[in-house]
């Protein structure tokens, strides 16, 4: 059942700042689309709540602790991260962890591919951090560079855990 994370960071790990993402990068949201697209997306309900919609194409499934809450009509909501990662990774299914940093942490163990997007900036205002992996025994796939989009330059990069 293969789950794969999918971020953008800057050089200190930043992910996120008041709510939402520290930065505005078009060719990053294309990637990101291409990426998911087709394949159910599991976030933490504060990364639901940066974009209060629904991602189209894409099984989007909440993560709340709060048995009361209830997303938009189209979300899927659970309560347990595990479960849900039985649930939508499961059957040969690819499903991507959208975030935010605690749900990064705890799916790592399970991703067998991280998706990178590393933004050329740091950004120590940033309240939102994405745990620093330790790739040992990982493979790194492939890095593209791109110029700088809008404000800053960025490279995609693709983690694969080595098979024994
Ligand atoms: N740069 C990027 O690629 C990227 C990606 C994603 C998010 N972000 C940014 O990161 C920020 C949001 O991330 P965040 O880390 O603050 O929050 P988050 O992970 O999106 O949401 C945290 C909430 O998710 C629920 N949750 C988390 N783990 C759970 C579990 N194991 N079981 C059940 N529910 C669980 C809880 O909701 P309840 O409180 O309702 O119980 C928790 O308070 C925003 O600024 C967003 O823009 C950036």
């Known amino acids: 059942m293969p789950i794969h994370l999918i971020y953008a960071r800057s050089l200190d790990h930043c992910i996120g700042r008041d709510g939402g993402l520290p930065w505005r990068l078009p060719a990053d949201f294309r990637h990101f689309k291409r990426t998911t697209l087709g394949h159910p997306i ?3 309900r504060k ?3 940066d974009h209060q919609s629904v991602l189209p194409g894409r099984t989007n499934v909440v993560l709340s602790r709060d048995p009361g809450f209830r ?9 347990d991260l595990e479960a849900a990662l039985d649930e939508y990774g499961a059957g040969g299914r690819l499903a991507f962890v959208i975030g935010g940093a605690g749900v990064f942490s705890a799916a ?5 591919a991280v998706i990178e997007t ?9 309240d939102v951090r994405v745990e620093a992996f330790d790739f040992a025994g990982w493979r790194s796939e ?3 560079e ?14 694969e855990r080595k098979r024994p």
Not at 71 to 79: E, K, L, M, P, T
Not at 108 to 112: D, I, K, L, S, T
Not at 118 to 126: F, S
Not at 151 to 157: D, K, P, S, Y
């Open 42 to 44: 599991v976030m933490g």
């Open 47 to 49: 990364t639901y709540g």
């Open 71 to 79: 997303g938009a009509d189209g979300i899927v909501v659970r309560h």
């Open 108 to 112: 790592f163990p399970r991703a067998e």
């Open 118 to 126: 590393i933004v050329r900036t740091e950004v120590p205002e940033g």
């Open 142 to 144: 492939k890095i593209l």
């Open 146 to 159: 791109h110029g700088a989009d809008e404000r800053h330059a960025f490279a995609f990069e693709v983690w």
